[in-house]
């Protein structure tokens, strides 16, 4: 047992960092209903720019403290705040949307100014022994870590129990009209509330680098995971059980590398043990102690196609022959045209998922990496090309079959969660086992005859219109019409004795083979791949370029590749793929904003307030003063 005391110290002091973040994420999510997805990457703004001020220009670090969490996270809360309004009002496919989109931006943004390679953050706090508890050695700066969460504990609990704003925090999501009739101003007290959850994020950005000694965008994005473990056990509403459910993942988590560092098959488990939680959690947490806070908004329907059927049918047929003749339109840059072809299935399945059926998910390169690990280990047994590539999609049916359990029980905001914890817990534990690309390069190849870009083109635009009219029948087929109508309302669909849960379980197996066989033919194209090809960040820049690509299958299935792999071709330099990073995160967040129908609305407000502009002078009555005889 004495062995196990340094991990448990050290799962105590993470954990409070976890639990920290979760205070935050919890607190802002209670009082706008806006779950912030984005929260981790406020917290590693805030760490690099920490890093910035002390580091590069100087600044002593108590002033960059201050200006960090005293200015710069007050300032960001207020924006965010700003961001929660205009999300308030759409559905909860488009707020995760924009909270993604936002994710992605700021990731951008991060790159753009500090690059994309990792930093040695140094200690700023004194890490000098302060005591030891049977031979573990507990620092100054672990005390400090661990004293400020507790306090931030103890503080929100007091403040939500004693003050005036607090008991109005909790009432605002309830209902903020009865809360303005009481005196007190709905608006005021989101931005007390985003004010806060910032400058908790910033708080435990800054800490945790100091603990990290290091600063990585991909962990300190990660960092918000870890909260949502937390704030799972914490059923997402209640903030001091948020920070004890931090050190309880975080002391699950040091113990659970300790116990497994020995075996080989296990090692990495304990990285995946906050997903783990998350993902039980939300499996065995009563779907009553699970409902979404905020005010539940029907996403809009489809809006009608311009052109006619005949009108459709000749773009349709002028695409084709673009389509046909592009290997001989592009040169050199076929190559990429041929990564795009492979990810057109990739993105008409999660059109299918998140447009057709509205459900959500985040893990959908997650599917495509165990397709791609299939397809190349099929080769390596022998197995003909063809079949190789529809046993990658087969691959994924399994894990469709596991994802598809919550959504059984979870939609929306829990269903994103869950798919987004599986994701990360295959790239963190399970893309480095020798049963998917372990640790290295695993060989594939193209079929025989296939060595040219150009043929091969040819025969991935197969596998791709394959993979658009496989979708467009389902769409239209009595099963597409039972997914639209779950979309709208699963509990009219079920009270007309129709099985949603069966509907729901046959789209994941239907969108994960089809992902699965996007990644088995994107593995074919160099004749090699790796683990690295899958980051479980481009799930999330998948759904922020889906949103922009718009509504229509065929057109989202074809725009969304072309503006993620083609539109880079086109820009060169150092800083070109984080400038469209942070479009694609813009325009997500925009796509959310609009999609219930705001700037229609906004200008139909505008035209209605200036309509007496629009009959001009002519149109308009006179009226001049007469003149008053005898005066002047």
């Given at each position: 047992m004495r062995d196990y005391y340094?991990?448990?110290?050290?799962?105590?002091?993470t954990g409070s960092i976890y639990g920290l973040t979760a205070m935050g994420l919890v607190l802002t999510y209670k009082t706008s209903g806006v779950f912030n997805i984005a929260h981790g990457a406020v917290c590693a703004g805030a760490a690099y720019a920490f890093y910035g001020f002390r580091q590069r220009e100087g600044i002593p670090w108590p002033v960059s403290f201050v200006l960090v969490v005293g200015v710069m996270a007050p300032l960001a809360g207020l924006i965010l705040e700003r961001l929660a309004v205009l999300l308030a009002p759409v559905s909860t496919a488009y707020r995760i949307v924009g909270t993604v989109g936002l994710l992605v931006a700021i990731r951008a943004i991060l790159g753009l100014i500090f690059g994309d390679t990792g930093l040695v953050f140094d200690p700023f706090l004194s890490q000098r022994q302060a005591f030891s508890v049977a031979g573990a050695s507990v620092t100054v700066d672990d005390l400090i870590t661990l004293g400020v969460?507790?306090?931030?504990?103890?503080?929100?609990?007091?403040?939500?129990?004693?003050?005036?704003?607090?008991?109005?925090?909790?009432?605002?999501?309830?209902?903020?009209?009865?809360?303005?009739?009481?005196?007190?101003?709905?608006?005021?007290?989101?931005?007390?509330?985003?004010?806060?959850?910032?400058?908790?994020?910033a708080v435990s950005g800054v800490l945790f680098a100091q603990i990290q000694s290091q600063l990585d965008i991909n962990v300190l994005s990660l960092l918000v995971v870890q909260a949502f473990g937390a704030a799972v056990l914490a059923r997402f509403t209640n903030l001091p059980g948020s920070f004890l459910g931090g050190l309880a993942v975080g002391v699950a988590q040091a113990v659970t590398s300790k116990a497994t560092g020995h075996s080989h098959q296990l090692q990495g488990i304990h990285l995946a043990v906050p997903f783990l939680i998350l993902f039980i959690g939300l499996l065995v947490i009563p779907r009553g102690k699970l409902i979404e806070i905020g005010r539940t908004v029907r996403a809009r329907p489809r809006p009608a196609a311009v052109l006619g059927p005949r009108e459709r049918a000749v773009a349709f047929a002028a695409l084709a022959g673009v389509l046909v003749a592009l290997p001989h339109l592009v040169g050199a840059k076929l190559p990429g045209y041929n990564v795009a072809m492979t990810q057109v299935l990739l993105f008409a399945s999660l059109h299918l998922l998140v447009r057709t059926s509205g459900q959500i998910s985040l893990c959908h390169f997650g599917f495509a990496a165990v397709g791609a690990a299939g397809f190349g280990h099929m080769l390596r047994h022998g197995v003909p090309f063809g079949v190789a590539v529809l046993i990658g999609g087969l691959y994924c049916l399994p894990l469709a079959l596991i994802v598809s359990v919550p959504a059984i029980r979870l939609s929306g905001l829990y269903l994103a969660l869950a798919t987004l914890g599986f994701g990360i817990m295959l790239a963190q534990f399970a893309y480095s086992k020798s049963y998917m690309f372990g640790g290295g390069q695993l060989l594939t190849r193209r079929p025989d005859g296939f060595a040219s870009d150009t043929r091969y083109y040819y025969l991935l635009l197969g596998f791709a219109a394959a993979a658009v009219g496989i979708v467009l029948l389902v769409e239209r087929s009595r099963l597409g019409r039972l997914l639209r109508a779950m979309s709208d309302s699963p509990l009219a669909l079920t009270t007309l004795g129709t099985s949603v849960n069966a509907s729901r379980?046959?789209?994941?197996?239907?969108?994960?083979?089809?992902?699965?066989?996007?990644?088995?033919?994107?593995?074919?194209?160099?004749?090699?791949?790796?683990?690295?090809?899958?980051?479980?960040?481009?799930?999330?820049?998948?759904?922020?370029?889906?949103a922009i690509a718009g509504t229509r299958t065929v057109n989202a299935s074809l725009l969304a590749p072309g503006l993620l792999y083609v539109v880079p071709l086109y820009f060169t330099g150092s800083r070109a793929d984080q400038i469209l990073q942070l479009g694609f995160g813009a325009g997500a967040i925009l796509a959310a904003a609009a999609s219930q129908g705001a700037?229609?609305?906004?200008?139909?407000?505008?035209?209605?307030?200036?309509?007496?502009?629009?009959?001009?002078?002519?149109?308009?009555?006179?009226?001049?003063?007469?003149?008053?005889?005898?005066?002047?």
């Open positions: 340094p991990f448990i110290i050290f799962g105590i002091i969460g507790a306090l931030a504990a103890i503080g929100l609990f007091a403040f939500f129990r004693v003050s005036r704003l607090g008991t109005a925090m909790r009432g605002v999501v309830d209902d903020p009209q009865l809360l303005s009739m009481a005196g007190t101003a709905p608006t005021r007290v989101r931005r007390a509330s985003w004010v806060i959850g910032s400058c908790f994020a379980v046959l789209v994941f197996v239907i969108s994960g083979f089809i992902a699965g066989v996007s990644g088995a033919l994107y593995a074919s194209l160099f004749g090699g791949v790796t683990q690295d090809g899958f980051n479980y960040v481009q799930s999330l820049v998948a759904l922020a370029v889906l700037p229609a609305v906004a200008l139909a407000r505008a035209a209605q307030r200036h309509a007496g502009r629009a009959r001009g002078p002519a149109g308009r009555r006179m009226a001049f003063p007469l003149p008053v005889r005898g005066g002047s």
